[in-house]
C-alpha cells in the first residue's frame, strides 16, 4: 500500500528513520538514502477500538562518501527497519469525530512528544518499560517502533487473561512508569499536571452533559443494567429492583475516583492498563537446572536473590571486567526484590504456554507499556486495581491479589531506593498507606474495567460491523428499545466468553458494592 494512502509521505519516512537511527545508534548525523517503503495493515480485522493500525516497512542504504550514486547501489548493504504506525481512522467518520471530541490521539501525541522522553531520560539505563514514537503529524498519526521486532509481543489466545508470571512482570512496568513520574516531579519541584499544562487533561470520564462521553457513559450503565438482569442469579433475585436502582450511582463514582486525589500522592497513570497494552519479552529457563537456575517450582535455590533490571546490568559490567565500585559508592547499596513463595499456577488456566517452571521452557521476562490515549494523573492504586481487574477473574484475585499487591509494592519501592528515595515519601506511612490507598480503589479498578471491557471485549467481527455501520459500540441510546439492541447484549448473548467476562466483573460489582451495603 502506498504511504501516502493514509498520509505519509516520503519526507515523514525519512524523518521517521532519522530518529530511529539517532535513537538506537547514537548517531545524529547518520546519513541514509531510502530505497523502497510501503504501508500494509497490521490485520485483516480491526485490533484496536480508538485507531487504525498499520506496519511501515522501510529499504534503505547508508550513504557513502566519495561514492557516486551508482557505486554506491554496488557496494552499500540495504537495511530494513519496520514501524507501528497509528491513524485515527477517517474512514469511519462518526468513530473519527468520536475520538477527536474524546481528545485521546492529542493527548497521546503531547504525552510521546514531551513527557514520555523526559520519563526515559530518568530511568536511563535500565530495561524500556514504554514504547518510543519517533514521529507525529498534526493530532492524527504517530509513527512508533515495532516492538516486535524487538521481540516483543502481546499475549494471545488466553480470553483476554493473563496469569501471574505475566502479572508480576507487568506491574514491575507499572511500577517503573510510576517511579519515573516520581522522581520527575522531585527533580523538578513542580507536579507533572503543572510542568505539562493540559497535557492530563480527564478526557474518558467528563461529568459535562453534552460531551461524548458522558452520553457515552449514561448508555453504558442502561447496557449494563440490561446485562445485570440476564445474570440468573439476580435475575431470580427479590433484590432485582434494588440492584438496578443503586447500580447508577456506583458506576457514576468515577468521576471523582478519576480526578487527582487529594489525599493520597498522584502519579502519572497509564489510565487504559489491559492484556492488550501490555507487550513481554521471553526468556528460556535453562535446560540444565544447577545452583545458578530456578528449581522445579519456578524459585530460585536457597541463598540466591532475585536482583532489579539495574542490578542485573551491574552485574553484567563485572563479568565484563567493568568495575562495579564506583556504581555502588555513587548509586548506595544493592538492595533486591524479595522473592515471592507462593506458587503460581492459574487456577483458571487461562494459558496454554507450557510450564513455566519446567527447564527449556519460556517466561516473561520484560514488559513494555503501550498506548496513553486515557493518560491521568491519579494514585498508583487506580492503575494497579485496573490492570489486575481487567485481567484476572474474580476467583484468581481471591487466591493471589495480596501477593501481587505486595509485588507492586516491592518493585516500587526497588526502583525508588536506587533514587535514595524512600518509598514514605509517596506512602507517608509507608506500606500500611498503600494498603489504604488499594482498598480505596479497588472499586475505582472495577468500574473502569467494567466500563472500558464491555466494548474492547467485543469479538472482532462484531467491532468489524459497527465500523461498517459507521456506529460505535456502546452507544446504542437512552430509549431502552435502542439499548436492548446495542451490539454488546448482541455479543452477550452470542458469545460464551464475553458472557463469561462480564458476568464475573458484574457479580464482583453487585456483590461487592452493591447488595454489601
Known amino acids: 500500500m502506498d504511504p501516502q494512502t ?149 499475549v494471545e489466545h488466553t480470553k483476554h487473561l493473563l496469569d501471574f508470571e505475566h502479572l508480576k512482570v507487568a506491574l514491575q512496568a507499572v511500577a517503573k512508569l510510576h517511579a ?117 517450582e519456578g524459585h530460585l535455590p536457597e541463598g540466591r536473590k532475585v536482583t532489579s533490571d539495574r542490578e542485573d546490568q551491574a552485574e553484567t559490567g563485572k563479568d565484563a571486567d567493568v568495575s562495579n565500585s564506583a556504581l555502588f559508592v555513587t548509586n548506595g547499596e544493592r538492595r533486591g526484590r524479595k522473592r515471592s513463595s507462593i506458587k503460581k499456577p492459574n487456577p483458571c488456566e487461562v494459558l496454554n504456554l507450557g510450564n513455566w517452571s519446567a527447564p527449556g521452557a519460556s517466561r516473561p521476562s520484560s514488559c513494555i507499556l503501550i498506548d496513553f490515549q486515557i493518560a491521568r494523573y491519579a494514585p498508583p492504586a487506580y492503575d494497579i486495581f485496573s490492570f489486575l481487574t481487567s485481567t484476572t477473574t474474580r476467583e484468581f484475585r481471591q487466591q493471589y491479589l495480596e501477593e501481587l499487591l505486595d509485588i507492586y509494592y516491592e518493585a516500587l519501592q526497588c526502583e525508588l531506593d536506587w533514587f535514595h528515595r524512600d518509598v514514605r515519601e509517596v506512602f507517608l506511612d509507608g506500606f500500611q498507606s498503600y494498603r489504604h490507598s488499594c482498598d480505596q480503589y479497588q472499586l475505582a479498578g472495577l468500574i473502569d474495567s467494567i466500563l472500558y471491557r464491555h466494548v474492547t471485549m467485543l469479538p472482532m467481527e462484531l467491532v468489524a460491523r459497527c465500523r461498517e455501520e459507521h456506529r460505535l459500540p456502546g452507544t446504542g441510546g437512552s430509549q431502552s428499545e435502542n439499548v436492548k439492541r446495542d451490539i454488546c447484549l448482541e455479543a452477550w448473548s452470542q458469545y460464551d466468553d464475553y458472557r463469561t467476562f462480564m458476568t464475573d466483573l458484574l457479580s464482583d460489582l453487585v456483590d461487592q458494592y452493591i447488595l454489601q451495603v
Open 180 to 296: 519515573s513520574s516520581l522522581i520527575l516531579e522531585e527533580r523538578s519541584k513542580t507536579p507533572i499536571p503543572k510542568l505539562f499544562v493540559g497535557y492530563l487533561n480527564e478526557n474518558a470520564y467528563v461529568d459535562d452533559d453534552d460531551h461524548v462521553r458522558k452520553i457515552n457513559l449514561e448508555n453504558a450503565i442502561q447496557v449494563l443494567c440490561e446485562m445485570i438482569k440476564r445474570i440468573e442469579k439476580y435475575a431470580s433475585s427479590e433484590k432485582l429492583d434494588e440492584i438496578l436502582l443503586k447500580v447508577p450511582d456506583v458506576i457514576r463514582k468515577i468521576y471523582d475516583f478519576s480526578k487527582p486525589s487529594t489525599v493520597f500522592r498522584n502519579v502519572l497513570n497509564h489510565g487504559d492498563l489491559w492484556c492488550n497494552n501490555v507487550m513481554f519479552r521471553y526468556e528460556m529457563i535453562p535446560t540444565s537446572v544447577d545452583s545458578s537456575c530456578i528449581n522445579t
Open 6 to 154: 493514509i498520509g505519509l509521505v516520503e519526507n515523514d519516512i525519512a524523518e521517521s528513520v532519522k530518529c530511529y537511527i539517532q535513537d538506537k545508534r547514537n548517531r545524529v548525523n547518520g546519513k541514509f538514502r531510502l530505497v523502497s517503503y510501503q504501508v500494509r495493515r497490521l490485520s485483516e480485522e480491526p485490533v484496536g477500538y480508538l485507531g487504525d493500525h498499520y506496519l511501515l516497512d522501510v529499504n534503505l542504504r547508508e550513504k557513502m562518501v566519495h561514492y557516486s550514486p551508482e557505486e554506491e547501489e554496488k557496494y552499500a548493504e540495504e537495511e530494513y527497519i519496520s514501524f507501528f504506525v497509528k491513524v485515527i481512522p477517517d474512514n469511519v467518520p462518526k468513530l473519527a469525530d468520536y475520538i477527536k471530541e474524546m481528545g485521546c490521539f492529542r493527548k497521546e501525541i503531547l504525552l510521546y512528544k514531551h513527557v514520555i522522553p523526559r520519563l526515559q531520560d530518568v530511568m536511563i539505563g535500565t530495561r524500556p518499560f514504554v514504547s518510543t514514537a519517533y514521529f507525529t503529524k498534526g493530532d492524527r498519526m504517530i509513527v512508533f517502533e515495532n516492538l516486535t521486532s524487538e521481540g516483543y509481543s502481546i
